[in-house]
């Protein structure tokens, strides 16, 4: 089939495919950008809500913290005279704090006052004379706390701040807890739904949404979304939902926007068609024709001495393409020799990789000599670093320590090569054992000298794996992989050592 009329055939279907993939894979995308709009707009004010409790929850704390550290409190859970009820906890008082309950309890675990307040009635009610035992397991964990937490009690969910009891200037042992706490209930939902201007549904979670994921947003349908927060008590036994309904704004008006988009596109598509045809056919088709047909003959000659041969009295972008593609046939030729080095050379610190390894190690198998010694080591402490002083501050490290080990094996003419991350390969030849761990102590001595870099030091050490080849195993792989083994057991008995892998099998 010739250029023209491949031309024609490719255009007209890629068009179509155009038009065909907007419909059915773009215009998707486009709504889903859309969608993604409306899920965060409305994660948005999940999070307000979520923000609002969290808010609610340090309050109570700044509160708490207030009453615990006052000498009154102290003195009362010393002495309870009833004079600190009679003037602290009054109705308008408690009516002022909003709060639903008020629990003191001493060092043995005892109630001195449980005390409760309805927010709609405001009325101070009775509480159950074993209410306060449902805060137990929280404040025996510890002999002092200061905490905020949400509580399934007996009367519901609710938001509860734990406070030790302390005098105000600090001194004098500590004489209880203060619980101060507020309901979590279709009231503070509606409260807090008028704050936010939403409209608020409090009900148990299904068992779906038990899970770890606190803030949820769920798509309803074509016209709306569902946003959620999921409420855990600290006991992760009890589940409360939060949620309300937002429209989707966005994926309205994007959809109606995308199926018109869709109608101009097909119209336009079919003229577009035919001029892009006619110009391909009168300024294009037969230059690239003949450049597809140089660019092929070189593809299958695979020599990049070849050059094409540029067309005369043209310049346009075609001509400056057959420059290009010259020039780049002229680079290539040039840096051939240069990236065949590089594919057997890491960048970072120019130490052979692991494919010239693996290399040297067949070579130095497939000769004469009967035993390899294979270490592979890697750095301890490199990821704190890394997490310290930044990647840029671990590439230098990493630059010097192959420089220090590289000095140690040329010594004993061996090959170190980096494996990869903090991983490196070292190759040698059969050595004497006592030989041998001198150098494997010399390795570790130069990698734990300190690094210094501008205005900072740092250390690091390794833990070395060492098979031998054939002992260990008759191929590279075999003996790698056991060096492997060994190294890991070097990190297990408290690094910066080297192991001997036939000696993990003694």
Not at 316 to 334: F, G, H, P, T, V
Not at 443 to 470: E, H, Q, W
Request: contains cysteine; aromatic residues 10%; glycine residues 4%.
């Amino acid at each position: 089939m010739k250029l023209k009329l491949k031309a024609i055939v490719v255009v007209s279907i890629s068009m179509i495919l155009l038009i065909t993939l907007f419909l059915s894979f773009l215009r998707p995308v486009l709504l889903k950008e859309s969608s993604n709009l409306d899920r965060d707009n409305t994660l948005g004010e999940v999070k307000r809500i979520q923000n609002n409790i969290q808010s609610t929850m340090k309050d109570l704390g700044k509160v708490n913290r207030d009453w615990a550290i006052w000498d009154d409190t102290y003195n009362f859970m010393i002495d309870q005279n009833p004079l600190y009820i009679e003037r602290n906890l009054q109705q308008e008082t408690l009516e002022n704090m909003q709060l639903n309950f008020y629990i003191y309890i001493d060092n043995q675990k005892n109630p001195k006052l449980q005390l409760e307040y309805d927010l709609e009635d405001n009325e101070i009610v009775t509480l159950q004379d074993n209410f306060y035992k449902e805060f137990l397991p929280i404040i025996e964990r510890t002999s002092s706390i200061s905490d905020e937490l949400i509580v399934m009690s007996k009367n519901g969910l609710a938001m509860a701040s734990f406070e030790t009891i302390y005098q105000s200037n600090g001194e004098g042992p500590p004489v209880g807890t203060l619980i101060i706490g507020k309901y979590i209930d279709e009231h503070t939902i509606r409260r807090i739904g008028e704050e936010l201007s939403f409209k608020l549904d409090f009900q148990e979670a299904k068992s779906t949404m038990k899970t770890n994921e606190q803030i949820r947003v769920e798509v309803l349908n074509d016209q709306q979304m569902i946003g959620s927060i999921l409420l855990p008590d600290y006991s992760k036994e009890s589940f409360f939902e939060i949620s309300f309904h937002a429209y989707r704004n966005f994926y309205i008006e994007k959809k109606e926007t995308v199926n018109n988009i869709a109608i101009c596109l097909v119209i336009t598509g079919i003229v577009f068609v035919f001029l892009t045809i006619f110009l391909l056919n009168r300024f294009i088709l037969i230059r690239i024709s003949n450049l597809s047909e140089q660019l092929y003959q070189i593809q299958m000659e695979g020599n990049v001495n070849s050059r094409i041969a540029r067309t005369k009295n043209q310049h346009d972008e075609i001509s400056k393409l057959e420059n290009s593609i010259n020039q780049m046939l002229s680079s290539l030729e040039e840096k051939h020799d240069e990236v065949s080095e590089l594919a057997l050379y890491d960048h970072l610190t120019e130490l052979p990789n692991r494919y010239m390894f693996y290399q040297e190690a067949a070579n130095r198998m497939k000769g004469q000599i009967e035993e390899l010694i294979v270490l592979f080591f890697d750095l301890d402490g490199f990821k704190q670093v890394n997490d310290t002083f930044g990647h840029e501050m671990g590439d230098q490290l990493l630059k010097e320590l192959s420089r220090r080990v590289q000095l140690i094996v040329k010594e004993k003419n061996g090959l170190v090569a980096r494996y990869g991350g903090d991983e490196f390969l070292v190759l040698f030849d059969q050595m004497d054992p006592d030989e041998l761990e001198g150098i494997v102590q010399n390795i570790l001595r130069g990698i734990g000298r300190k690094y210094k870099f501008d205005n900072c030091n740092t250390f690091v050490t390794a833990s070395i794996g060492i098979s031998m080849y054939p002992r260990d195993g008759i191929t590279i792989d075999q003996v790698l992989k056991n060096a492997d083994k060994a190294m890991y057991e070097a990190k297990s008995k408290g690094k910066n050592q080297y192991v001997m892998f036939h000696e993990i099998n003694d």
